[in-house]
Structures are given as C-alpha cells and as structure tokens.
C-alpha cells in the first residue's frame, strides 16, 4: 500500500471522530490530531483501535504514544506493513 | 516539580455512554485490576470516566514540568478511596501513580460530569481554584476553546481586581506545557490546566501562584 492510500485510509478513519470535518480538507502529515483537529484523547484511543482494525495490525502503546500527527500514523503504519 | 492537571467529562456525552462495555478501549486505557473494579462497580461507566478522568489530570500535571513524559495511561496507576469509589455523585481523594513520580488526587463526581484535579502535594491540591462550567448555549454553539479561557481570566481578573483585558493566555508554540498568563504583558507563575468535553469545561489554579514569575524564581 502506498503512502498516498494509507494517508487517504487514516484520513477516512479520522472523519468518524473529527467533530468539524473542513479541519480535514487542509490536513497535511504535519497536522496535529489532538490539537489541530480537535479531537480528544479518548476518541485518540478510539482512533488507534480503529486503525489495527482497518490495517489489519497491532500497535503497541509506545508505539500509539508516538502519534502525534496524521503523518506519524501513516509512518508507523508503513514500517508495520514493510 | 509537578504542576496542575484537571479533566473534565461529560458524562452524558453520546460518546461517552456505554463505554464500560468497550473490551478494546478498556484494554488499552486500563490496567487489569482498574478494569476488574470497573467490572465491579455499580455504576460502571462513572467510575471508568472518573479514572481516565484521574490519569489525564495526572499526565497534564507532570507534564507541565516534562512535557516528553509518556501518556500512556496504563502507566498512570489510579489508587481511589475503595468506600468511595463506590458512590455515584461524591467527591473522592486518591494518589496517581506516574512515570515521574506519585501526586495526590480530587475526583468529584455530578449526575452530568466527572472533574478530576491532579498536584504534586495535598497542600496544593487543596489550595487550587477549580471550576466546572456548562457551556453557554450548550455544546456546539460557542468555541470551547475560547469559552474556558474566558472563564480562566474572569476568576482571575476577579481575583487581581483587575480587568479581563489586562490578562491573556498564552501556550509555547508547540502546543506543549501548561497554559500560562499574561497580566499587563507580564508572565505570572500560575500554571493553569484547562479542559473540556461535551457540554462542559473546566479550569484549576494555584492561587498563591498568581505573581509575577520573575519574583517567583
């Protein structure tokens, strides 16, 4: 799966817990999930379930602690997949 | 030193409800014997969101001082009063039990919200100015954001005797670190913790902290 398609997948999965959904028409790899899309750190946890689900792999806590942007979960994402 | 840490839920939030039943969100948050008192407890769902309510308080705390500690919450341990902890509307003491240290814990508890308080002493903790507003015109009509700085610097522009326009939050570029204050363009040493969720927001502060932070050291 390329870069592009995991980016467009975490975005999908984040449009279910982004209150405001235009925060998802600008979003970048740097774009901050906490703090820049407004999303709180339960629906995080929600989120990290979601994406072991849709990529069909496990991710361990310090690893879901090293999210911080959509481009650190596409990241890690990749390096799980490679 | 640890700073201030509160977090506010709502627990009449849609999202929020049922949670207790949520095996994977339980199993990533909580620890086995946090889950095991959840399973327990006659109102699941309150005592689930007063514990997470505990570990965020404790990691924005700790966090003030090292805002690269981990947030994992399974390794934030929660140790709440056991015969309070089976009350649904109280107010609770405990400890929390983080990767940098042990600070004392408030857990109050509405029909409507949870409102932990985390600090890295009693006397401290019993000392913040804390505060759980409803947002005006409910969730959705006002910027949260903005509605909780604006109660922060009324109770402080209250207790400065000064106006609200004299003081102004301000966080590091980052985003990381407590939110400080402004008075007159001059930095006070209060770290502030604020929160929201739902149709709720909340703020905590060391009063006696409210001086400039030059005189502070």
Not at chain 1, 46 to 66: L, N, P, Q, W, Y
Not at chain 2, 85 to 93: D, E, H, Q
């Amino acid at each position: 799966m390329s870069v592009e398609q995991i980016t467009q997948k975490v975005i999908d999965i984040l449009r279910g817990y982004v209150k405001d959904t235009t925060l998802l028409e600008k979003a970048t790899p740097e774009t901050h999930i906490l703090k820049d899309l407004k999303v709180n750190s339960a629906r995080l946890v929600d989120i990290i379930i979601k994406c072991e689900d849709v990529f069909g792999t496990s991710i361990d806590d310090d690893e879901a602690d090293r999210i911080a942007t959509i481009g650190d979960a596409v990241l890690l994402i990749q390096q799980k997949a490679a | 030193m640890p700073g201030v840490g509160n977090d506010v839920v709502d627990l009449k939030d849609p999202e929020n409800i049922g949670k207790s039943r949520d095996d994977r969100f339980l199993g990533r948050v909580f620890m086995v014997s946090e889950r095991e008192r959840i399973a327990r407890a006659p109102f699941p769902d309150t005592l689930l969101w007063s514990l997470w309510a505990a570990k965020e308080a404790a990691y924005k705390a700790v966090s003030c001082a090292d805002p690269a500690v981990c947030s994992i919450p399974r390794r934030y341990r929660v140790v709440l009063d056991a015969e309070e902890a089976t009350r649904r509307i109280g107010r609770r003491t405990g400890r929390v039990i983080t990767p940098r240290g042990e600070l004392f814990l408030e857990v109050a508890v509405s029909e409507e919200w949870v409102h932990a308080l985390a600090a890295g002493t009693e006397e401290a903790l019993q000392r913040l100015c804390r505060r759980v507003k409803r947002l005006e015109g409910g969730k959705g009509a006002v910027n949260p954001s903005a509605f909780v700085r604006g109660a922060l610097l009324r109770e402080i522009a209250r207790r400065l005797d000064c106006s609200v326009g004299d003081l102004s939050v301000i966080k590091k570029p980052d985003g990381l670190g407590a939110p400080r204050v402004l008075f007159r363009g001059e930095l006070l040493a209060a770290e502030v913790s604020l929160s929201h969720d739902g149709r709720f927001a909340a703020f905590a502060f060391d009063p006696i902290t409210l001086i400039p932070a030059v005189k502070a050291g």
